[in-house]
């Protein structure tokens, strides 16, 4: 069965410390996994996705990476602003774009 | 440039009831999707679609029905609504197989009394 599962739930830092979110998925032939931004009230936003083990991509202080079983999105230096739901989704191979969604982790940045 | 418009926002049905989440995109795309959100959980996929005239189920379809007249428009149908319909609704597109990321509508939060 196909899944995704994110961890931690929750994770609450101080401005500017940096750390690291982790998607872990188990998936029939990977085409895609994608990370989002959520912020409360609101939809998901589209941040990255990556196709292949070794990729990596970057947006302002957000970087993701994938291997081939996890995906990390590193958040270097992170500010208030950056508190948000983020969502990791994965597309398997033979789907017509429907994309699988684990639960979130919460990131809270305290000034 | 409008992206993807769900309407209403809000809204509380009485058991039993039906109503129509409307969804419409402006940009052309041809995938088109809807999700539910319950607290907690992952979005879960109940239907989608890949073009007009073209519909199929996703993951949780039961209770629900929709329709795909037009490339812009994909109206989600609750029918005879449940407490376990209570959650927030987010239609999305692509203009691909999800590879260059859906465009998620804002939400329609229903609940079921």
């Known amino acids: 069965e196909d899944q995704v599962t994110q961890s931690p739930e929750a994770l609450r830092l101080q401005e500017g410390e940096s750390s690291s979110l982790n998607c872990s998925y188990t998936?029939?032939?990977?085409?895609?996994l994608f990370w989002y931004r959520q912020d409360p009230g609101k939809g998901p936003e589209f941040l990255f996705t990556?196709?292949?083990a070794g990729e990596e991509k970057e947006k302002e202080r957000l970087k993701a990476t994938l291997t081939k079983k996890e995906s990390f999105l590193h958040i270097t230096a992170p500010k208030p602003e950056d508190s948000a739901t983020y969502l990791c989704a994965v597309q398997a191979g033979g789907s017509q774009g429907n994309l699988i969604f684990g639960k979130g982790t919460k990131l809270s940045v305290k000034p | 440039n409008a992206g993807v418009t769900q309407t209403p926002k809000f809204r509380i049905l009485k058991i039993g009831q039906s109503m129509t989440l409307q969804c419409t995109q402006d940009?052309?795309?041809?995938?088109m999707y809807w999700y539910r959100q319950d607290p907690g959980m992952g979005l879960k996929l109940i239907y989608y679609s890949v073009g007009a005239g073209i519909t199929d189920k996703g993951e949780v379809p039961n209770g629900y029905n929709v329709s795909r007249s037009t490339t812009e428009d994909f109206p989600l149908r609750l029918e005879l609504a449940a407490p376990s319909q209570t959650s927030v609704y987010f239609c999305?597109?692509?203009?691909?197989?999800?590879?260059?990321?859906?465009?998620f509508g804002s939400g329609t939060r229903l609940t079921v009394v």
């Open positions: 999305a597109s692509s203009s691909r197989t999800g590879g260059y990321g859906y465009t």
């Open positions: 998936v029939s032939g990977l085409r895609g």
């Open positions: 990556l196709y292949s």
């Open positions: 940009m052309n795309h041809n995938y």
